[in-house]
């Protein structure tokens, strides 16, 4: 999994962890152990001398109401904690004031109305959704709350971490003048969100707002959005997988983080009048402080052209930069640039051709990772190819060339077209599985003496019940070297070389000649 992805899924995986951690504490036997015990539907782990967790609750209960101590064979505990586990289905809790940790919990989302104790020290509640106790942090808005539309209280300056996350049912929501940080994971995959600060020109963002978190408008269905001149941050994957057509960079943005607005396929229109990052054609560039360099941080997915010149001056390509573009076919590097970056085209699944400059010298790992290519103009002067530089693309036939040195593991992998391969002589290393599982492989043919391998280098299949023939064109000096292939793929050696060369058969052909001249001399002599 790409690490633009991991982030994301990081929440999911957190997400899951309570539920698994929520079912490990809830009793499974028919009856609670000695550390539990129930009290008027509501079941209580003892966590200290004094201090109870609740933990599960009678189907019969149609809401929560965790009180703030309870009484087990003449103990008063306080209660300090509970878990709400998915199964459980109440329209409303009531949190006590001896629960003093709310903040970035996922198990309170599943209630649709969330009530805090009026006397709670750090938290209140306002139409089921809660605050910090001085109204400046919106904390939890539940993901079952049913409402299309919500209006932030004036008084919020921040919204927190996972705040509306994964709510389904808001269409619209309106953020007052005074926010001025939207946390990470705050609307990500409020599919059905398609509206902020609603105006004539479309979405607006407050002015005043300084910074939006990593992933806070991921998969979205925001179609258009409008920064403001004070924004100065914009975190990783912000507005990923959402539905924006156009976009400005204000002149205070001073970070843009990796795939910000990446595989947003609708995207065309790129501006800004920011110093630090720079457009060209519609391509979000950033230059460093000397301005003499050029980083090339976002090619918009739904930029319609099908080929593109990276410019002279480009000194690098941000991680995912052409992810998931839609109409671009091909992409030629300049001259400014040394190497492909890693994931600088991971899953540019529209990319078909690349054409390298001269001055490239290496393709690094998963550089070109689940394109579609289909071919590739090599220049004259690469000599590397990482680990899974070109895994998961569409090669038929492919012809290394004499200038490369080295090729990473698995680098042509899961290339299910991949039907002809020459490896040159110029190869001094192969890695790993660089063709596993390249089922339609006909003929792999070795110009020259065997290149050392990595174990199961020549790896075809990594399954036993999907035995392979692997068909090999060597010449007569390649020593296969040991440990190259397992028990799956099986070799099928074709060895040139071997019978005499038509200029060996012409010799043999004199010397068979000379003989039968001198054989019939020795008759006539005789």
Not at 417 to 425: A, G, I, K, Q, T
Not at 427 to 432: A, E, L
Not at 443 to 454: D, K, L, Q, Y
């Amino acid at each position: 999994m790409a690490p633009r992805t991991l982030t994301k899924y990081s929440v999911f995986a957190s997400v899951a962890i309570i539920f698994i951690v929520s079912g490990i504490l809830s009793d499974s036997g028919d009856g609670l152990d000695k550390d539990c015990f129930a009290v008027d539907g509501i079941c209580y782990r003892i966590l200290s001398d004094d201090t109870v967790m609740a933990y599960e609750y009678d189907d019969f209960l149609p809401e929560i109401i965790l009180p703030s101590h309870v009484v087990h064979d003449g103990i008063t505990y306080a209660v300090v904690d509970f878990y709400i586990i998915a199964h459980d289905r109440f329209e409303h809790i009531y949190i006590p004031d001896t629960v003093t940790t709310l903040e970035y919990r996922t198990d309170i989302r599943i209630v649709n109305w969330i009530e805090i104790s009026p006397t709670h020290p750090k938290y209140t509640s306002q139409d089921g959704v809660i605050y910090s106790k001085d109204m400046s942090r919106l904390i939890v808005y539940p993901t079952t709350k049913m409402d299309s539309s919500f209006t932030i209280p004036e008084e919020v300056t921040s919204i927190n971490k996972y705040a509306f996350m994964s709510n389904h049912y808001l269409e619209e929501v309106t953020i007052g003048d005074n926010i001025q940080v939207i946390g990470d994971c705050a609307f990500m995959s409020c599919n059905n969100l398609k509206w902020i600060n609603r105006t004539s020109i479309g979405n607006t963002l407050p002015e005043g707002l300084l910074a939006i978190g990593a992933l806070a408008f991921d998969s979205t269905g925001l179609e258009d959005i409008h920064l403001p001149d004070s924004l100065r941050m914009i975190g990783d994957n912000a507005f990923s997988y959402s539905h924006i057509k156009s976009l400005h960079i204000g002149s205070s943005v001073t970070f843009i983080g990796e795939y910000a607005f990446g595989s947003c396929s609708e995207l065309e229109s790129v501006t800004s009048d920011n110093y630090r990052f720079y457009v060209e054609d519609n391509v979000l560039f950033e230059t460093d402080a000397s301005s003499t360099q050029l980083k090339l941080i976002m090619y918009p997915a739904g930029k319609m052209d099908d080929s593109y010149k990276i410019p002279e001056g480009v000194a690098e390509i941000a991680p995912y930069a052409f992810e998931d573009s839609v109409y671009l076919e091909e992409l030629i590097f300049p001259n400014s640039m040394s190497t492909v970056p890693t994931y600088s085209l991971f899953f540019a699944q529209s990319i078909k051709r690349i054409v390298l400059s001269d001055s490239i010298l290496s393709v690094e790992d998963s550089a070109c990772y689940a394109c579609s290519l289909e071919e590739i103009v090599w220049g004259a002067n690469v000599t590397a190819i990482g680990s899974s530089a070109f895994e998961w693309n569409y090669f038929v036939d492919l012809v290394i060339p004499d200038t490369i040195q080295s090729i990473g593991d698995q680098a042509f992998a899961y290339n299910y077209d991949l039907s002809y391969v020459y490896v040159p002589d110029g190869v001094r290393y192969m890695g790993s599985k660089v063709f596993l599982e390249d089922f339609s492989i006909e003929n792999i043919e070795f110009g020259g003496s065997a290149p050392h391998m990595a174990g199961n280098c020549l790896n075809i299949s990594d399954d036993e019940y999907i035995p392979f023939d692997l068909h090999l064109t060597v010449q007569k000096e390649f020593v296969l070297p040991d440990r190259v292939l397992n028990d799956a793929t099986t070799l099928i050696i074709d060895v040139q070389g071997l019978l005499p060369y038509p200029y060996e058969n012409l010799i043999a052909a004199l010397l068979c000649a000379l003989i039968v001249v001198l054989i019939l001399r020795f008759v006539k002599d005789v």
